[in-house]
């Protein structure tokens, strides 16, 4: 769904950049369906919801993370691997809050994340901090910013990912710019 969404400016960048899509591993049910049966039945492939982790609902699994974090490190890592070297990362929402974590891991070297270099930029598009998982709620401060050159999206209006969340997030990044708008 994101390379629809994203199709223009694919297109208007095609000779300067290749863009390659990663969908989140976990697939998420939808919190309006009763059963994962019922939210399969009425969703097509494209738009099935997908994660890097479970909701915070869910309680963290040991060494505090959630259900499914570790799994996407792993994940992620495999893709790194395998395809990378990569020059930045997009992420929206929970991806942007996702990506933002991956650029860290990048920029020190740690988490098992040594064996591809920094990222040359992250646009963070409605990213958030992972402050209510414990093992990363540490990560992303601005008492030691990232270097990473960053542009943060943030809609004023954003319903599901207050602003002052995304915010928090830009001042873990030395010099982010940030582009505000009027949407949600």
């Known amino acids: 769904m994101f390379s629809n969404k994203t199709s223009v400016v694919r297109k208007d960048l095609e000779s300067l950049a290749e863009f390659v899509y990663i969908t989140a591993p976990h697939h998420i049910k939808p919190p309006t369906f009763s059963?994962?049966?019922?939210?399969?039945?009425?969703?097509?492939?494209?738009?099935?919801?997908?994660?890097?982790?479970?909701?915070?609902?869910?309680k963290p699994v040991k060494d505090g993370y959630f259900v499914g974090y570790m799994e996407s490190i792993d994940y992620i890592q495999k893709i790194l691997k395998e395809q990378g070297p990569f020059d930045g990362i997009l992420g929206f929402s929970q991806g942007a809050c996702f990506a933002a974590l991956l650029t860290q891991y990048l920029e020190t070297q740690s988490n098992g994340f040594d064996h591809h270099p920094p990222f040359k930029f992250a646009i963070l598009v409605s990213g958030f901090k992972p402050l209510v998982q414990e093992a990363t709620n540490t990560m992303l401060t601005k008492d030691c910013p990232l270097k990473t050159p960053s542009l943060h999206y943030i809609g004023d209006f954003d319903t599901l990912v207050l602003p002052q969340k995304m915010i928090a997030l830009t001042e873990a990044f030395q010099n982010p710019i940030i582009f505000r708008h009027s949407g949600g």
């Open 35 to 58: 059963s994962e049966e019922a939210a399969e039945d009425d969703i097509s492939e494209e738009h099935k919801p997908y994660g890097w982790w479970y909701s915070p609902t869910y």
